[in-house]
């Protein structure tokens, strides 16, 4: 079966689609680049904002275009994901052609589910959406020609249910995978080409899986068992909540050289009212002191964060502790968004909701703010060096690209270098979209 997956949104997503790869090429399957030339289109949805959803139907219009050209059978659609796990009516009413609506704790039936439409055995659609995450990692991640760099999720769900989320809507409770299943895949990721290993969870630091000798296991154990992985060169996890930060991180950050020096720490928001109305779980200063301890331990720590600005009833003064919370930590990076109600959130329906136009104002003031300390943390390295992983090859002759260890894309030219080796780079320039460098010596 030739098949084509699109993925939307985020890093969960990306793993979560190359596990439905996976199970399409164990099942004999084969890839194509264009949906056209597929018999199976996968669509594996994101849930985060209105805009998304839109664009997903726009993109099941397409493929209705496409299914009118053919018998029905011979080009079954599947919406994956998120959105499939919350709209799946909606999209059935929307989209009556489509062929399957799979939540995220249903990848692992992809092939098989297809085989069925296939074979004419499903006479309407079918409909797979529990929020058990258990059966999706029953099927072992077979690892055939991956990346230098590979996303391995540990951890699935979230209980803590802040208030504007819809993800412990979509992905169900907390889900944590074996030590033994994470370091088995682990190698085998690391056996098809991969260096760096991202981790990835909703809440990827709350993660409870079971240990080695039994028992419950936590990440920083995690990471000093990943830290033994042979060939593994970086180590990296995402998404951390900072309640979550704890001493034990902190000494993982101290210990293991191959973890990166560099944390995704989400804010939110530097007001105490507004993280108690988001149902944050920790206050301003208890994310500076997180942020002081990670820094005590591993001086050269950098930290990147999330933002929302705009969120219901927030008060000129409660985002005057935003920017402050921004200056105090100076981010290498940070992402920053207009509060978006989604449906079903507690947040959604709260009073007070912020206008469009005093969100954009605040948006564009935090970005500013943002985007200099980026700059700013992107010039310290000129004249300095940083290891690089090379992870492709660049536009010009001999050029390749990659990620220093604080997640800078850097750009350089040598002809002893190739993809996958970690390159000591001096960076000679910032320019707009990366840093520039040379090879030492
Ligand atoms: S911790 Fe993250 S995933 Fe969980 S509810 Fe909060 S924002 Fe959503």
């Not at 098989?112 to 029953?138: G, H, M, P, Q």
């Not at 299943?181 to 969870?201: F, R, W, Y």
């Not at 990296?236 to 001493?247: A, F, G, I, Q, W």
């Not at 969120?311 to 290498?332: C, N």
């Amino acid at each position: 079966m030739r098949f084509f997956i699109k993925s939307y949104g985020c890093q969960m997503n990306s793993y979560d689609s190359q596990r439905m790869s996976d199970a399409f090429i164990a099942a004999g399957g084969e890839a194509v680049s264009k949906p056209e030339e597929a018999d199976v289109v996968v669509l594996n949805t994101c849930s985060i904002r209105d805009k998304v959803d839109e664009k997903v139907f726009s993109d099941l219009g397409r493929l209705k275009i496409i299914k009118d050209e053919k018998s029905p059978n011979d080009f079954i659609i599947i919406v994956a994901g998120c959105m499939a796990q919350l709209r799946s009516k909606d999209i059935l009413k929307r989209a009556p052609y489509v062929d399957a609506i799979l939540g995220p704790q249903n990848i692992g039936q992809i092939s098989e589910v297809a085989t069925d439409i296939a074979k004419n055995k499903a006479l309407d659609a079918i409909v797979s959406i529990s929020s058990d995450a258990r059966e999706k990692f029953l099927q072992p991640a077979s690892a055939s020609n991956r990346s230098v760099s590979e996303f391995l999720t540990i951890q699935e769900g979230c209980d803590n249910f802040c208030a504007y989320c819809i993800v412990p809507y979509t992905r169900g409770r907390e889900f944590s995978r074996s030590v033994a299943d994470i370091v088995a895949e682990a190698k085998n990721l690391v056996a098809a080409g991969a260096k760096e290993i991202t981790l990835l969870g909703q809440n990827v630091n709350s993660y409870r899986g079971e240990g080695l000798n039994g028992g419950k296991s936590n990440l920083a154990n995690l990471l000093y068992e990943l830290a033994n992985v042979a060939g593994l060169k970086r180590l990296r996890y995402l998404t951390s909540n900072p309640k979550d930060v704890n001493e034990r991180i902190a000494e993982a950050h101290r210990d293991i050289e191959i973890l990166a020096p560099f944390l995704h720490l989400p804010a939110q928001s530097g007001s105490d009212g507004i993280l108690k109305k988001m149902n944050r779980k920790y206050s301003n200063s208890e994310y500076l002191e997180k942020i002081e301890m990670l820094r005590e331990h591993r001086p050269d720590i950098a930290f990147s964060s999330d933002f929302i600005v705009g969120f219901p009833g927030e008060t000129d003064e409660d985002f005057q502790q935003t920017l402050k919370l921004a200056e105090k930590v100076r981010y290498a990076q940070a992402y920053s968004f207009k509060y978006s109600p989604r449906p079903g959130t507690p947040a959604a329906r709260m009073d007070d909701q912020i206008s469009e136009s005093v969100k954009s104002e605040r948006l564009r003031i935090l970005q500013d703010l943002l985007n200099n300390q980026q700059t700013e943390f992107n010039e310290n390295f000129v004249g300095r060096s940083l290891k690089v992983l090379l992870v492709k090859s660049g536009k010009h002759k001999n050029q390749l690209t990659g990620r220093s260890e604080y997640s800078q894309a850097v750009s350089v030219c040598a002809n002893n270098i190739s993809i996958g080796d970690i390159a000591e780079v001096k960076i000679t320039e910032n320019a707009s979209h990366s840093l520039i460098g040379v090879i030492e010596p």
